[in-house]
């Protein structure tokens, strides 16, 4: 099974709310890159089609977290499944039609100049990151206050808002904290410079 086929069998097995499939007729549609986008520049999926499969690696990462004994018993955390896919595969919507492929001249081994292509940003929506992709789910559908929290402060502490903000989302939002933690799981260790 493709990345993209993964996707779309959870999507529609777990997203179910109204306007759900909307949204996904948008990202299937011409007006989308978000099945061929990179996740990057340069570091973590930086590669075409990269940014679905990290999508997909934050889901596995997300569940595996959420289901962790201690997360369900001793912290009384649990979420809807429909919840769960929802902050995962959408968390990084600000990145659709965001990357543009550009060309730079490389030496070769043989010290022959190369034309070589690469990830640059083309921003046309400037609205920052977590709540950029909020606002692009919510023209679609609806997300609960926990979702619009974990999708918004997705990026943790790496992010350039206040920190004291962060702490206290994360603290509030205990999917803010579940999915910032599956975010950087995925990133670094699953699809960073070295993955296993």
């Avoid at 499969?53 to 889901?59: A, I, R, W």
């Amino acid at each position: 099974m493709t990345c993209r086929e993964r996707f779309i069998d959870i999507y529609r097995s777990k997203i179910t709310r109204e306007g759900s499939e909307r949204l996904l007729d948008y990202l299937l549609s011409d007006a989308s890159d978000f099945f061929t986008a990179p996740a990057s520049t340069r570091y973590h999926g930086a590669y075409v089609g990269g940014l679905c499969e990290h999508s997909l690696n934050v889901y596995d990462c997300l569940c595996d977290f959420l289901s962790r004994k201690r997360m369900r018993e001793y912290y009384g955390i649990a979420y809807p499944d429909e919840s769960i896919a929802i902050v995962a595969l959408l968390h990084d919507l600000c990145k659709v039609n965001f990357y543009r492929t550009a060309h730079r001249n490389v030496k070769d081994d043989t010290g022959r100049w190369q034309s070589v292509p690469y990830f640059t940003i083309e921003d046309s929506l400037p609205y920052g990151h977590g709540e950029k992709s909020v606002y692009i789910i919510s023209g679609f559908m609806r997300l609960t206050r926990d979702e619009a929290f974990a999708i918004r402060y997705h990026m943790g502490f790496s992010g350039t808002e206040d920190k004291s903000t962060v702490g206290q989302a994360l603290e509030m939002f205990p999917l803010a904290f579940a999915l910032s933690v599956a975010d950087m799981e995925a990133a670094y260790l699953m699809e960073g410079r070295n993955p296993k």
